[in-house]
């Protein structure tokens, strides 16, 4: 029988084991202290107390390896146990030769059998006490290799110690700092947070205090805006007449004529659309009421034949009585349409002119005796009718014409002209009543006029509406300003003041 030293398999196995473990050496040196225990020759199952002792030296380690050592203790123990009967059965088999041996001699020599059987004997003795010796250095030798592995183990684990307080130091450490950080940062938040909330409370205020002050600038523009109302309405007020317009039937009392809104303008040449211009409104004002309808003449030096015979009839066909009003100059067809006129007024001062027609003729001698007969007819329709007006023939209204003006243009002042019989009355005072608002400048006036190929318009705006003409102005080739009429109809004809030849 041997003798199987189970700590020091047991420490053995266990220096193999990684540190990461953490047994104390102390509990791997507690195992070099257990005694020696007899090992049987014969089979390889570990013996209970053995198994029992195990379990017992392993309860210290941690859960997760307990088993683990144990599994590999008892696989230790085996394979031992196993080596161990091997190395039994060997010295049973010598054993065994050596008897049969003996019996052989014993059977011949009995006395050399014991002989023999006390030399075999003794070196079987030595040869166990030198195993015994063997097997102490050996152990010796595995306590000295133990006790080495036990120091550097636990110098390892001093290291690894250390290694772990310094990195949990470490991870304070980090930990402190992070948690400073964060409290940092927090702090560095709140303030941001607090300077945000102070803006946004400042700007608050600004808008605040931009919307007061807008509404103060708004406030102080409407009101401004209702003074300039109120002073725009006083000045509108200040320009228009307020209250019902005057239309009397009678607007001429005591030398003074009373103009209402029912007025029509005539200026400038008589020429094509004037007398649509002026009977349109003569229509409108008859199917408007029967009041009075004035026809005013600032100044005209007369025009178209035909365009004022239209002018004539339509006046003394209008139910609505036509009052035929001159301010400053009727000349030769404005004149005649005031003489032919119902009812006619006229300043003292006012001119008025009659002549006789002109016309351009060209074609032959016949083409011309045609035109003659035709200028004759116009002319007797309209002269005519003025001389009948006066109680004189035509040729004797002519005659009177040439005896006062070599030329033939009669002209002569109101009061004179209301004795002539050319205007029925003299207003001292003409009243415009049918201008019931300010006047904003002249009335219309337009004419086109160029100086040396140069042209400009020259426009005022006023308070009637009228009829326009353009005529361009032009300079001759001898520095003389003139304006080319338009062209007449064929059967037409020039009933205008012209002395200097200015309409050519």
């Given amino acids: 029988m041997t003798r199987l030293s189970l700590p020091f398999l047991l420490a053995g196995l266990l220096m193999t084991m990684p540190c990461s473990t953490f047994v104390s050496a102390a509990e791997i040196a ?32 941690p859960d997760e390896v307990r088993e683990t050592i144990r599994e590999k203790l008892k696989a230790a123990v085996r394979k031992r146990l196993s080596e161990e009967e091997a190395s039994g059965e060997e010295t049973d088999e010598e054993a065994d ?41 050996e152990m010796e030798l595995d306590a000295l290799r133990f006790k080495h592995q036990v120091a550097m183990y636990e110098k390892e684990l001093a290291a690894q110690r250390l290694l772990n307080e310094k990195s949990k130091i470490d991870r304070k450490l980090e930990a402190e700092r992070i948690d400073a950080q964060k409290v ?23 808008q605040a205090k931009r919307a007061v002050e807008l509404a103060a600038s708004k406030a102080e523009q409407e009101k401004i805006e209702l003074e300039m109302k109120v002073e725009t309405t006083k000045e509108q007020l200040e320009d228009r007449i307020l209250g019902d317009e005057s239309y009397p039937d009678e607007p001429f009392q005591d030398g003074v004529l009373s103009i209402s809104l029912r007025r029509i303008e005539l200026n400038g040449p008589i020429m094509t659309g004037a007398a649509d211009y002026v009977c349109q409104r003569l229509d ?25 015979m239209q002018i004539v009839q339509s006046i003394k066909k209008s139910e609505a009585p036509v009052h035929v009003v001159v301010k400053r100059f009727a000349a030769s067809m404005a004149a005649i349409i ?49 001389a009948e007006k006066q109680g004189l023939s035509e040729e004797e209204f002519v005659d009177e014409m040439y005896e006062n003006r070599i030329s033939g243009d009669w002209e002569l002042f109101g009061n004179q002209a209301v004795e002539q019989k ?16 300010r006047p904003k400048g002249m009335r219309v006036t337009r004419s086109l006029f160029s100086f040396g190929g140069e042209q400009a318009a020259q426009e005022s ?14 300079v001759d080739n001898k520095g003389q300003r003139f304006v080319k009429l338009p062209r007449l109809s064929p059967i037409d004809a020039w009933l205008i003041y012209n002395p200097d030849e200015y309409y050519r």
């Fill in 338 to 386: 005031t003489t032919l006129a119902d009812h006619s007024y006229c300043y003292p001062d006012a001119i008025i002119l009659h002549h006789q027609a002109s016309t351009m003729m060209y074609g032959n001698g016949r083409a011309i005796k045609d035109q003659v007969r035709q200028l004759e007819e116009i002319s007797h329709r309209l002269i005519g009718a003025v």
């Fill in 184 to 206: 940092n940062l927090e702090r560095e938040r709140d303030r941001i947070k607090l300077e945000i909330d102070l803006l946004k409370q400042r700007s608050a205020l600004d």
């Fill in 97 to 137: 030769d050596s008897k049969t041996k003996e019996s052989e001699s014993d059977e011949k020599n009995g006395k050399e059998k014991d002989e023999e059987t006390e030399k075999k004997e003794t070196p079987k003795k030595d040869l166990i006490s030198e195993e015994a010796k063997k097997l102490k250095a």
């Fill in 30 to 61: 507690a195992f070099s202290e257990t005694e020696m225990i007899a090992t049987p020759v014969f089979g390889d199952e570990i013996p209970d107390d053995w198994e029992e002792q195990i379990d017992k030296k392993t309860e210290e380690f």
């Fill in 461 to 474: 705006s006023g308070y009637q509406e009228r009829y326009e003409v353009f005529l361009k102005e032009q």
């Fill in 422 to 437: 050319w205007v029925d009355h003299v207003a001292t005072t003409i009243r415009e009543q049918g201008i019931r608002t």
């Fill in 284 to 308: 409108y004002f008859n199917n408007q009421s029967r009041k009075p309808i004035f026809l005013v003449i600032d100044n005209c030096p007369g025009g178209s034949a035909i365009e004022g």
